[in-house]
T-cell receptor, first 116, second 120 residues
Framework: AQKVTQAQTEISVVEKEDVTLDCVYE???????LFWYKQPPSGELVFLIR??????QNEISGRYSWNFQKSTSSFNFTITASQVVDSAVYFC?????????????FGTGTRLKVLA | GAVVSQHPSWVICKSGTSVKIECRSL??????MFWYRQFPKQSLMLMAT?????????EQGVEKDKFLINHASLTLSTLTVTSAHPEDSSFYIC????????????????FGNGTRLTVT
């Protein structure tokens, strides 16, 4: 069965520190998609990145970077030089082709607090 | 970019009444919309998949008679919480995927801003 695990419930860092948010997934599909979303206190979900199962290339976008490793079923997210505005809950999600509708299964989220 | 509008953003109702939440895709068509529920400090739990012109598909454990979903057009889906009770108080979020050819799995979901329901 599909599953997404975000073992870190809450992380606190001081501004300018680097922080990595872990995501481990389980799936039997060979075709699947992984996503990261940010949920600030206001509640809306902000799309950050998607990655398909055939593309293990890591990606960097500004201070954000993602490390996708199929061998360990992980899709970790690193914020470099964190800022207070990065404080939010971050969700990792899995979408499987076999579901037909590509519905998302979310992890439990990691609450990141960046302290000034 | 694709925008999903959800209304109302918050609602307080008395126990026993029904509440309707609207989810609209403003600048794109969506054959499929998803309804999620989020309890405080918890993850998003998929409630149902809303398909335009057909019945919604509910996840296990979700009462379809209590959470009525209608997807009358390619841009509008509604969730009605019938005979609401305090335990239905939660944050409800809808999402939609841009309709495009060639498969949609790689397209990210666009989320509404959510509706905070409080049942007194």
């Amino acid at each position: 069965a599909q599953k997404v695990t975000q073992a870190q419930t809450e992380i606190s860092v001081v501004e300018k520190e680097d922080v990595t948010l872990d995501c481990v997934y389980e799936t039997r599909d060979t075709t699947y998609y992984l996503f990261w979303y940010k949920q600030p206190p206001s509640g809306e979900l902000v799309f950050l990145i998607r990655r398909n199962s055939f593309d293990e290339q890591n990606e960097i976008s500004g201070r954000y970077s993602w490390n996708f490793q199929k061998s360990t079923s992980s899709f970790n997210f690193t914020i470099t030089a964190s800022q207070v505005v990065d404080s939010a809950v971050y969700f990792c999600a899995l979408s499987e082709a076999s579901s037909g509708t590509y519905k998302y299964i979310f992890g439990t989220g990691t609450r990141l607090k960046v302290l000034a | 970019g694709a925008v999903v509008s959800q209304h109302p953003s918050w609602v307080i109702c008395k126990s026993g009444t029904s509440v309707k939440i609207e989810c609209r895709s403003l600048d794109f068509q969506a054959t499929t919309m998803f309804w999620y529920r989020q309890f405080p400090k918890q993850s998003l739990m998929l409630m149902a998949t809303s398909n335009e012109g057909s019945k919604a598909t509910y996840e296990q454990g979700v009462e379809k008679d209590k959470f009525l979903i209608n997807h009358a057009s390619l841009t509008l889906s509604t969730l009605t919480v019938t005979s609401a009770h305090p335990e239905d108080s939660s944050f409800y979020i809808c999402s939609a995927r841009l309709l495009r050819q060639g498969g949609s799995g790689n397209s990210p979901l666009h989320f509404g801003n959510g509706t905070r329901l409080t049942v007194t």
